[in-house]
């Protein structure tokens, strides 16, 4: 079955910090991929997605991700944190079937220093 | 443009009853999905509605039912609530169906207590 593993549960960073979040994915053919940010209490809004092209790719709030095929990875990165970048991130694979459409990782905190 | 709404936002139930929750769609999405989220499961999906159809559903006993109507505002109802139903639910929409290659756009969710 598809899958995807977001190996960190929660991540602290400094302010002005760079930033990386892992995931990694499990899924037999071309995936298509997607961050996804949620602040507390509220809905996810995209960051980025991924279907095909370019492995890097730019989302909003100046994150960025990149694809790597043969590492299975959809690392997400952003060069300088700000505090209001303090919310749970998520990974996923668009799939199909009982899964469903959205195949989402368990998602990684993320508290950002002063 | 209005994003996706979801109402109520906050629910308190007892175990034993039943609950409906709704979801309005951005305009002209044809497609709606729910989603549980949970702190140990984290986010599980429940099934996909499209053209009033339902067209995919998650691992979710008979209790957790849904429907959509022609205007794709889709409904979800849970009966016999247990308190393990307590979580967040969040609907999103996407303007076609949802096959993987979609953007989906989602709602602040709804967080059902059961007690």
């Known amino acids: 079955a598809q899958s995807v593993t977001q190996p960190d549960i929660h991540i602290t960073v400094s302010e002005g910090a760079s930033l990386e979040l892992r995931c990694n994915y499990s899924y037999g053919a071309t995936p298509y991929l997607f961050w996804y940010v949620q602040s507390p209490g509220q809905g996810l809004q995209l960051l980025l997605k991924?279907?095909?092209?370019?492995?890097l790719v730019q989302g909003i709030k100046g994150f960025e991700a990149e694809f790597k095929r043969s590492q299975s990875s959809f690392n997400l990165r952003k060069p300088s944190v700000h505090w209001s970048d303090a919310a749970e991130y998520f990974c996923?694979?668009?799939?199909?079937?009982?899964?469903?459409?959205?195949?989402f990782g368990k998602g990684t905190k993320l508290s950002v220093k002063p | 443009k209005a994003g996706v709404t979801q109402t109520p936002r906050y629910l308190i139930k007892t175990r034993g009853q039943q609950v409906t929750l709704s979801c309005s769609p951005i305009?002209?999405?044809?497609?709606v999905s729910w989603y549980q989220q949970t702190p140990g499961q984290g986010l599980q999906f429940l099934f996909e509605y499209f053209s009033e159809t339902q067209r995919n559903k998650g691992n979710f006993p008979g209790r957790f039912s849904g429907r959509q109507f022609s205007n794709s505002r889709s409904e979800m109802n849970v009966s016999t609530l247990e308190l393990g139903d307590s979580a967040l639910y969040l609907c999103?929409?996407?303007?076609?169906?949802?096959?993987?290659?979609?953007?989906?756009?989602f709602g602040q969710g709804t967080r059902l207590t059961v007690v």
């Open positions: 305009s002209g999405h044809r497609s």
């Open positions: 991924y279907f095909s092209g370019d492995t």
């Open positions: 996923a694979v668009g799939a199909g079937g009982s899964q469903g459409n959205l195949i």
């Open positions: 999103a929409s996407s303007h076609g169906r949802i096959s993987g290659k979609t953007e989906a756009f």
